[in-house]
Nanobody, 123 residues
Framework: QVQLVESGGGSVQAGGSLRLSCAASVYTYSGYCMAWFRQAPGKAREGVAIIYTSDGSTYYGDSVKGRFTLSQDNAKNILYLQMNSLKPEDTAMYYC????????????????WGQGTQVTVSS
């Protein structure tokens, strides 16, 4: 079983920054697709950023490009999401998700989800 624990959420003013962490309890960190999703009340779940842990390649949703940055500590199995220039529209519950990569690519399907961490951005 893969266990994911998010932390780092909180309440900030627009323009502020937060760094989310996702601690992954896995046998080996390499070979996973990991991602951050977010969901606000009344809105669809949105993919924020994706990383392939083996080579560190990343993808960012259009709404966060240039503001959010993924990084990872492979030795500690921790995924980070640095969020800068936060906007009220970023307010949501943020979830860390993961699954094993298939053929070295991310399928977009994530079987393992964390409990989430709340991010609230006030104007």
């Amino acid at each position: 079983q893969v266990q994911l624990v998010e932390s780092g959420g909180g309440s900030v003013q627009a323009g502020g920054s937060l760094r989310l962490s996702c601690a992954a309890s896995v046998y080996t960190y390499s070979g996973y697709c990991m991602a951050w999703f977010r969901q606000a009340p009344g809105k669809a779940r949105e993919g924020v950023a994706i990383i392939y842990t083996s080579d560190g390649s990343t993808y960012y949703g259009d709404s966060v490009k240039g503001r959010f940055t993924l990084s990872q500590d492979n030795a500690k199995n921790i995924l980070y999401l640095q969020m800068n220039s936060l906007k009220p529209e970023d307010t949501a519950m943020y979830y860390c998700v993961a699954d094993r990569a298939a053929y070295g690519v991310c399928s977009g399907v994530y079987r393992y989800w964390g409990q989430g961490t709340q991010v609230t951005v006030s104007s």
